[in-house]
């Protein structure tokens, strides 16, 4: 057993709430991160912040970020979350993976600090999964002397494990609804939520442009700027124009362009030249794969918007043959609803030891729609049956979940780099 998968299985010790039904609030307060940090001397304060939250483009734009600033000749670390297949995805140093000793030795030390605490009976040792992973990618980062780091939100903002940082500059691409248990039933209580990662002294990059002709209550735009103000920050937005990939670049530029605003006068939207732009690329992000001679699409989408997103930026021949799961918390009748009339057939099924709707359950709902569906317990029989279908002409999507894409990517031929950081 390798010193990686000896910390793993400390770490699975904890609840992890990617892996759980999510109900009610998850946490009261960010304490058990502020006492681990403490425990490891503040490594959040060892390099300045991009703080990214929101609910479609967060890893994207925070990846033309990153890559933004390394065209302007800085060090820069990003933490993402979830990983789609290996947990080195999530700690990236300049363009590579942390490596799996670097990551092993920076989680055995936060695990350490850990278990300290609980017996010294203090916050952090009620520290969950995601704050531990949390914390190893800050350590992970100050270990390797970065200038900046971009950080994702996990879930939410407000009391998110990574609230501990000082984002210089704070992004949100945008906000739907998701998490309703937890962040709240309306846009605008959602945005209240991710908009509290802004802190005094912050700038705002904003794909959410106010619009008071959606109500109170759907006003996702005018929530966060409320909240801006109250902080005293400057904030600036970009029209919600465009395909999703141009709405990520556009608003990646406008944060470049206000760090430069404040003074880092090196960094400017500029910077995202196509390269830049092809490097960032994640995996699972309406990503083009091939298998069994058809293309393949994979997309973590599990928002309605989402999906009918990645359905209109897919310029493809044919109706795609659609494999899909859900997680039991996402909203199947309007996600059913986007694929209905654009997809040819839905091949259901599940992710064993995730918290997803059955492969029955989907064909039900979707066969209520008028789609033509089939059940397949084991994710890759889906997609063999899909591509098998596909080779007659048209493709595969497979959407709905990253947990999905990465039970299955791993049989895929894709071009995303495996450069490793040691």
């Avoid at 043959?321 to 996402?330: E, N, R, Y």
């Amino acid at each position: 057993m390798s010193d990686l998968d000896t910390c793993l299985l400390r770490l699975n010790g904890r609840i992890n709430w990617e892996k759980r039904l999510r109900k009610g609030a998850m946490r009261v307060d960010v304490a058990p991160m502020v006492d681990l940090m403490e425990r490891l001397d503040n490594p959040h304060t060892k390099w300045r912040a991009v703080h990214v939250a929101g609910t479609k483009g967060k890893g994207s734009v925070a990846r033309l970020i990153a890559g933004g600033l390394i065209a302007a000749g800085y060090s820069v670390g990003v933490y993402a979350s979830p990983h789609v297949e290996h947990m080195c995805e999530r700690i990236r140093i300049g363009s590579n993976w942390v490596s799996d000793g670097a990551l092993a030795r920076a989680l055995n030390e936060v695990l350490d600090a850990r278990d300290r605490a609980e017996k010294e009976g203090t916050d952090a040792g009620e520290a969950t999964w995601f704050d531990l992973v949390t914390a190893t990618g800050f350590l992970c980062f100050a270990r390797a002397g970065v200038d900046w780091a971009v950080v994702e939100v996990g879930l939410g903002g407000r009391l998110d494990s990574t609230n501990v940082v000082h984002g210089e500059l704070c992004v949100i691409p945008s906000i739907e609804l998701e998490h309703t248990d937890i962040l709240g039933s309306t846009k605008r209580l959602i945005a209240e939520e991710k908009a509290g990662i802004l802190k005094l002294g912050s700038v705002l990059a904003l794909g959410v442009p106010p619009d008071p002709t959606l109500g109170y209550e759907g006003d996702a735009g005018s929530a966060i700027v409320r909240k801006a103000l109250e902080l005293g920050i400057y904030w600036d937005t970009v029209p919600a124009l465009g395909t999703f990939e141009q709405r990520n670049l556009a608003l990646a530029g406008l944060g470049l362009d206000l760090l430069a605003n404040r003074g880092f006068s090196i960094l400017s939207g500029a910077l995202l030249t196509s390269q830049v732009q092809a490097a960032a690329r994640l995996p699972g992000r309406t990503e083009k794969c091939s298998y069994a001679g058809v293309t393949v699409v994979l997309d973590g989408a599990h928002v309605a918007t989402s999906v009918q997103g990645v359905l209109d930026q897919c310029d493809l021949p044919g109706l795609p043959q659609v494999v899909l799961a859900l997680g039991q918390d996402k909203d199947v009748v309007e996600i059913l609803k986007a694929l209905s009339g654009a997809v040819d057939r839905v091949y259901c099924t599940s992710v064993e030891g995730s918290l997803h709707r059955t492969a029955a359950d989907l064909v039900r709902e979707a066969r209520g729609f008028g789609i033509r569906a089939q059940a397949h317990t084991q994710p890759l029989d889906a997609l063999s049956a899909a591509a098998k279908e596909a080779q007659s002409g048209g493709w595969v999507l497979v959407i709905g979940s990253l947990h999905l894409v990465g039970a299955v990517r791993s049989q895929l031929h894709c071009s995303d780099p495996t450069a490793i950081y040691t």
